[in-house]
């Protein structure tokens, strides 16, 4: 039954590609008319095909369809305004297998050989990975990191500052530093919700608010989407250009995993500027998001940045479908394929970062008292940063002492 749904599905799609597209002509279009003396020919089945011409066609023998493609009457079918209404009696399922194998002789006048693609397989398998297992785990994901998210603020509270506060400041980032975090977020919340609804607006928002709102809504959301992207990007390389220096992996970090960071438990391992979960948010950031960037502009460009075959390619050199126990992955992919691949990992890889980030916008926010301020003035107080980073904190005073004057040197 699912199997026909998806034929019927990819049927009438196509059905409607031909039709809307007046770039495409079909060499050989159906023909309507009623033959009698074809359907005498099989009085079993009134003229369709037989059990016969079934299997002939399976065991490779040549079999005249003709008589398929001069089936039916027009004048009794139903009106194509009707409900189920068709364009005709006529039926050519001949040509809906050729155009679905890709063996239709088609001409297009632009697009070149990707336009003449109208009916592919692929988009059934991509269609229902995105309406089910994409959405329903992703949407677990999110979901349940909120649920832990409550749930360790429950048992935890807010992580404060154990010592007094001083009331002197040292600089945390500054304001080119801070537009680039801001920058980051900003563009990063957009895209998130603005993806999120063009993937369950279908599902979940138009039974709700109505389909109209909804066109509106995932219209805008594409819009905002593809240019906000760009944003995205510029900050993206911003932050790694800043911060990377900060989040290379040192010896502290094991130290500082080992005590679980302090966020467990009542010490307070030391740690430079960016600590080892710090760290984690900022790789993740940077190779999940370079990901997503990347898949995205595969996406924003359709066709002319393949990505999968080469990667698939050097995995399967690598081994990596061994070491998974897998079948090699597919190395020869149609550009709609390369598409589908892209835009899944687009959609997974994002899905996993805003989990992360989720679980970075709790602990920069109501997770950690003081934080927020790092990012907010750019100031934090002495207490704060001796708590947290406290290596830190002795390399800006000792820059402080070594500058001219022993002035700090931010102010
Ligand atoms: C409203 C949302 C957000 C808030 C309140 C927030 C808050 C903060 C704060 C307070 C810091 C500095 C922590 C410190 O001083 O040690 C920080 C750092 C950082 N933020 Fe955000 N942030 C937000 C969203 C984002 C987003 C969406 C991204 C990336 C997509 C991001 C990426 C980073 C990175 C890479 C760092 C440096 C590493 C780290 O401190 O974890 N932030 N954020």
């Known amino acids: 039954m699912r199997a026909l749904l998806c034929f019927l599905f990819v049927l009438f799609a196509s059905a409607a590609v031909a039709q809307d ?64 209404g068709t364009l005709g009696g006529a039926s050519d399922p001949d040509l809906w297998r050729a155009l679905r194998f890709d063996e239709a002789n088609i001409t297009v006048s632009a697009g070149g050989d990707v336009a003449k693609v109208l009916v592919q397989d692929g988009g059934m398998a991509w269609y229902q990975f995105r309406e089910g297992p994409l959405t329903k785990y992703g949407t677990y994901l999110l979901l349940g990191t909120l649920g832990l998210l409550v749930i360790f603020f429950v048992l935890r509270g807010r992580i404060a500052v154990d010592a007094e506060m001083t009331g002197r400041t040292v600089q945390r980032f500054n ?18 919700f603005t993806g999120l609804f063009v993937l369950l607006g279908r599902q979940f928002i138009a ?87 990347v898949s995205g502009l595969s996406l924003l460009f359709p066709f002319e940045l393949p990505l999968f075959a080469k990667t698939f390619t050097a995995l399967n050199g690598f081994g990596v479908n061994e070491w998974l ?58 207490a704060w940063a001796h708590q947290h980073h406290s290596l830190w904190l002795e390399e800006v005073k000792a820059k402080e002492k070594e500058a001219p004057g022993g002035a700090t040197p931010a102010e």
């Open 207 to 293: 039974p709700y608010l109505g389909r109209e709102f909804n066109s509106t809504l995932l219209t805008a959301s594409k819009f905002i989407h593809n240019n906000v992207s760009w944003a995205f990007m510029l900050a993206l390389v911003m932050v790694f250009v800043f911060w990377v220096i900060h989040n290379l992996p040192s010896r502290t970090d094991l130290k500082w995993f080992a005590q679980f960071g302090g966020i467990i438990g009542k010490k307070h391992p030391p740690a430079k500027k960016f600590n080892g979960g710090q760290k984690i948010i900022f790789w993740s950031v940077i190779l999940l998001g370079g990901s997503i960037s």
């Open 325 to 382: 126990g897998m079948a090699p992955f597919p190395t020869e992919l149609s550009p709609q394929e390369e598409m589908q691949f892209a835009s899944a990992w687009h959609a997974i890889v994002s899905f996993v970062l805003m989990a992360i980030i989720i679980a970075h916008i709790y602990i920069g926010s109501v997770g950690m008292e003081g934080a927020y301020d790092a990012m907010g003035s750019g100031q934090v107080d002495e």
């Open 175 to 192: 304001a080119v530093e801070r537009f680039a975090h801001w920058l980051l977020a900003g563009s990063f919340i957009l895209l998130g």
């Open 21 to 84: 597209n007046p770039n495409v002509r079909l060499d050989d279009e159906p023909v309507s008319e009623v033959a009698p003396a074809k359907i005498e020919a099989r009085p079993a089945t009134g003229g369709a095909q037989t059990r016969e011409d079934i299997m002939a066609r399976q065991r490779g023998e040549e079999v005249d369809t003709s008589f398929r493609r001069e089936f039916g009457d027009p004048d009794s079918a139903a009106g194509i305004s009707n409900q189920l």
